[in-house]
C-alpha cells in the first residue's frame, strides 16, 4: 500500500470520527434508535422547559412532559425525566425532546399487567366516570376503565343511563366479558331478583271442618 492510499484511509478514518463526535450526529443517532435519555431541566421558558444534550440546548413543550396537563411547569426546574429525541434541525439549532412517548409505553405495560389480574365474574368497585347514551363508563379502582351498557344498567326498561347513574356515583360492579383490552361490567348482574311474596293460608284439619259444619247447621231452622 503506497503512502497515498494510507493518507487517504487516514483522512477517511479522521472524517469517521469527526461525524461521530459532531454532537448534531450524536443526538441524530438518539432520535433514530429512539434511545431513552435521562436529562436535566435547567430551566423555564414559555411553553416548556430547556435541558441540555451533548452540549446542545434542547427544548421539551409542556404538552412533552406528562400524560396529563401540566398545570406547574415551575415545579419541573432541577428534575432529571426520562425522555427522547423527537425532532433534530442543525440548520435552524433546535433540538426538541419528550417525555410523553415513554410515558405512554410505561402506561400501556402498567395497564397490560392491570388487565391480566382481572378476571370474568369477579366483583369490583369503582365510580362513574362520565355517561353516554349506550352506557356508562367506569373507572376502577385498580385504575382501569370499563363499559357498563345500557342493558346491563338495571333490571328494568332505561331510556337514559342518567335515569339510574350520575357521574361520580360510586358503584360495584361485575365483569361480565373481557376482549381486545376492553372490560365489559354489568350492575343488573348483581341485582338479587326480588322475591315472591307468597300469601300463607292456614288450612284447617278435616274434623275441624265437619265441626264447623255441624254447628253451622244444628243452627239452621228447617
Do not use: C
Not at 160 to 172: A, Y
Not at 176 to 194: F, R, T, Y
Amino acid at each position: 500500500m503506497n503512502d497515498e492510499n494510507l493518507q487517504t484511509e487516514s483522512m477517511a478514518d479522521y472524517e469517521d470520527q469527526f461525524d461521530n463526535a459532531n454532537p448534531w450526529n450524536i443526538v441524530t443517532r438518539y432520535m433514530d434508535e429512539q434511545e431513552n435519555l435521562t436529562v436535566k431541566i435547567e430551566g423555564i421558558v414559555s411553553g416548556g422547559v430547556i435541558v441540555y444534550l451533548e452540549g446542545l440546548r434542547g427544548f421539551i413543550p409542556a404538552s412533552k412532559l406528562s400524560l396529563s396537563y401540566v398545570d406547574n411547569i415551575e415545579s419541573y426546574l432541577l428534575q432529571e425525566i426520562e425522555v427522547r429525541v423527537i425532532d433534530v434541525d442543525p440548520a435552524e439549532n433546535k433540538l426538541v425532546l419528550s417525555a410523553r412517548e415513554i410515558l405512554k409505553e410505561k402506561e400501556r405495560q402498567e395497564n397490560a399487567r392491570k388487565m391480566s389480574m382481572v378476571e370474568t365474574g369477579s366483583v369490583m368497585e369503582g365510580s362513574v366516570e362520565s355517561l353516554q347514551n349506550y352506557g356508562a363508563f367506569i373507572r376502577l379502582d385498580n385504575g382501569l376503565s370499563g363499559l357498563v351498557h345500557i342493558s346491563q344498567i338495571s333490571d328494568k326498561r332505561i331510556k337514559s343511563p342518567s335515569d339510574v347513574l350520575h357521574v361520580g356515583d360510586h358503584i360495584q360492579v361485575k365483569v361480565i366479558g373481557i376482549k381486545d383490552g376492553k372490560i365489559s361490567l354489568s350492575i343488573k348482574a348483581l341485582m338479587e331478583p326480588e322475591e315472591e311474596i307468597v300469601e300463607e293460608v292456614e288450612i284447617p284439619q278435616t274434623e275441624d271442618i265437619g265441626t264447623s259444619l255441624g254447628d253451622l247447621f244444628k243452627n239452621m231452622k228447617l
